[in-house]
Nanobody, 124 residues
């Protein structure tokens, strides 16, 4: 099982980035994928999650209306489109595999495999 996160970079506030999480060793129709982020000195926080079966989607309040999660089962890849980026979105972003219950989608211990992370830096 592997997860490869990519697409991070340096962007000005208000700009956009699209992160990708390429999965191998398992199929996305059997596992959900969550995006998490961790800023320096802060705890890892859940950003978004897409459920494997229903495709139900969850977002953290801090990114609702700005971020969009999607998946391409044919490519076994999940995307995180990030628009209207803010300084406080600066963090390392990770994707992870899991089957959390709805109320626990943002709990990192509900996920068993993690990608290596991709840095997102938003500048003023």
């Amino acid at each position: 099982v592997q997860l490869q996160a990519s697409g991070g970079g340096l962007v000005q506030a208000g700009g956009s980035l699209r992160l990708s999480c390429a999965a191998s060793g398992f199929r996305l129709d059997y596992y959900g994928i969550g995006w998490f982020r961790q800023a320096p000195g802060k705890e890892r926080e859940g950003v978004s999650y897409i459920r494997h079966s229903s495709g139900q989607i969850y977002y953290a309040d801090s990114v609702k209306g700005r971020f969009t999660i999607s998946r391409d089962n044919a490519k076994n890849t999940v995307y995180l489109q990030m628009n209207s980026l803010k300084l406080e979105d600066t963090a390392v972003y990770y994707c992870a595999r899991g089957r959390p219950v709805s109320s626990a989608w943002s709990t990192s211990t509900m996920y068993d495999y993690w990608g290596q992370g991709t840095q997102v830096t938003v500048s003023s």
